[in-house]
């Protein structure tokens, strides 16, 4: 009989949901306590925004989180990802930290002094140089809050209010009409925040507004050997028209298409969102989706009719996961918000032809077809042809789960690996259920099919098809078994 009660299980069914879940975390759920009714509640990342949260503050909920994940027979696995500022202006701090009124209509100036405290009248940036002329708009958290420049003064700029609302610290500023070229990719405090990266073993980084390969680049020496997975925030048009070449050189792909839509026209966003979803299909690397996914569940119980529309057309366009922000940082509904998204999803996951993304993932891969992809393929129909309950992939660094999860099999896929880092990571990406190995190398095959048959996914005498890379030190994603079995009685 069934013993894990996993998070991927929906609460109350035998559905399995492939849709992931990245959780913001904030005052609201960094209790150790609240922590861990994220994971049970079905989080399968934990995210630690670096701009809006302190060294300190990171590392404790690290250490809350890992030691309930590391403790002896627990079987969940959870990615944790640090989100890295990267070129991206921000405002400043305010007087009393607290978020101030603005009003339409009213002068508002930004200075050019970051020691300056803001208030209800004044605000400074992390971009200080003048480049600004009178008339250009400045947008500030994802154009909630919009100014036009009236005059130019010796140490800031007068602006008049276009829209009341509220505005809060460290929030995303953009120009809308400009382009800002002498932004470094790493400022000297995301030097710091890679390293306390790297420190804490963190199994991935996010870092914001990458512009081209050269941004990815630079990212990944300062990463050097750590293992760390590097995903790329796609939030500018620089970024968007390279995104090709962004996707190439990273791990994977956060779209943040708040960001995004202050500086392309929104009707734009829409389009290149399904494009880049399926770009990164195409390429087997993840993609998730994050802001304004359930805002309104920050105050409110239920999600509006649009937004549960937004995540279930995501899901059915082939998207990996979503990025919660404020719904889960500073929201009042939060265990309302996961049940939300994650009961959306798997509808939308049910609706979807997975055959067809299996079709198209085998029609643009290059042909003559290297082995790794046949076999990661011919796993996916062969268990379509036997009627498989399970694959299982056994792997060590993940290269050969994340190759079989892109051709989107219909059935649950087990990622078994004896490496800790390498389970938590897989948990970014679409239908793969991490599984870490801690028994001998000789017992995996026997221990993942008790593991599928304690999740209530196999019983004796099912098919299953189990995946293997290479030995330790083979380049990852070296493919190059795969092996029809039958679930023996437990």
């Given at each position: 009989m069934p013993s894990i009660n996993h998070p991927s299980k929906l609460s109350n069914t035998s559905d399995i949901l492939k849709t992931k879940v990245v959780c913001t975390i904030g005052p609201k759920t960094a209790s150790k306590e609240q922590l861990v009714e994220l994971v049970k509640n079905g989080m399968n990342v934990a995210r630690l925004n670096l701009a809006h949260c302190s060294h300190e503050f990171a590392a404790q909920v690290i250490r809350d989180l890992r030691s309930y994940l590391e403790a002896p027979g627990q079987p969940l696995q959870v990615a944790i990802m640090v989100d890295i500022n990267g070129p991206k202006v921000r405002s400043g701090r305010l007087a009393d930290g607290k978020p101030v009124k603005l009003k339409k209509g009213d002068d508002f100036f930004f200075v050019n002094d970051n020691t300056v405290l803001g208030d209800a009248t004044k605000i400074s940036t992390t971009y200080t140089k003048e480049f600004l002329n009178i008339?250009?708009?400045i947008s500030i958290d994802d154009g909630l809050l919009t100014f036009t420049v009236v005059e130019r003064l010796e140490n800031s700029i007068r602006t008049r209010v276009e829209n009341s609302?509220?505005?809060?610290?460290?929030?995303?500023?953009?120009?809308?009409?400009?382009?800002?070229?002498?932004?470094?990719?790493?400022?000297?405090?995301d030097k710091e925040d890679i390293l306390f990266c790297i420190q804490q073993g963190v199994d991935m980084v996010s870092v914001s507004c990458m512009r081209?390969?050269?941004?990815?680049?630079?990212?990944?020496?300062?990463?050097?050997?750590?293992?760390?997975?590097?995903?790329?925030?796609?939030e500018n048009k620089r970024g968007l028209d390279n995104f090709e070449s962004i996707l190439r050189t990273s791990d994977g792909i956060v779209l943040d298409r708040g960001y995004l839509g202050t500086e392309v026209a929104l009707d734009q966003v829409v389009i290149a969102q399904k494009n880049m979803i399926a770009r990164a299909n195409i390429s087997g690397k993840p993609i998730l989706i994050a802001n304004q996914i359930l805002e309104t569940m920050v105050s409110n119980p239920r999600p509006s009719r649009s937004e549960a529309a937004d995540v279930a057309n995501a899901v059915m366009d082939g998207v990996d996961g979503f990025v919660l922000s404020s719904e889960t940082a500073v929201g009042e509904f939060v265990s309302e918000v996961l049940d939300s998204i994650r009961s959306i999803a798997l509808q939308a996951e049910k609706a979807t032809n997975y055959l067809e993304y299996q079709a198209k993932a085998m029609k643009n891969v290059t042909k003559p077809i290297h082995v790794n992809e046949s076999i990661a393929s011919s796993s996916v129909l062969a268990a379509r042809q036997t009627g498989a309950k399970v694959i299982v992939c056994i792997t060590e660094f993940g290269g050969t789960a994340r190759m079989v999860a892109k051709y989107r099999p219909l059935i649950p896929v087990i990622a078994a690996t004896r490496v800790r880092q390498t389970a938590s990571q897989l948990s970014a990406h679409f239908g793969l259920i991490p599984y870490y190995h801690e028994g001998e190398e000789t017992t995996v095959v026997n221990d993942s099919l008790r593991f599928a048959y304690e999740l209530g996914l196999v019983q004796p005498g099912d098919i299953a098809v189990f995946t293997a890379g290479q030995a330790a030190g083979?380049?990852?994603g070296t493919t190059t078994k795969m092996q029809l079995v039958t679930v023996p009685n437990f």
């Open positions: 008339g250009d708009v609302g509220w505005l809060g610290e460290n929030k995303g500023v953009t120009f809308p009409q400009r382009t800002i070229d002498d932004l470094p990719a790493i400022s000297p405090k081209d390969v050269e941004d990815v680049e630079e990212l990944r020496l300062l990463l050097g050997n750590s293992k760390i997975k590097l995903f790329a925030k796609v083979f380049q990852e």
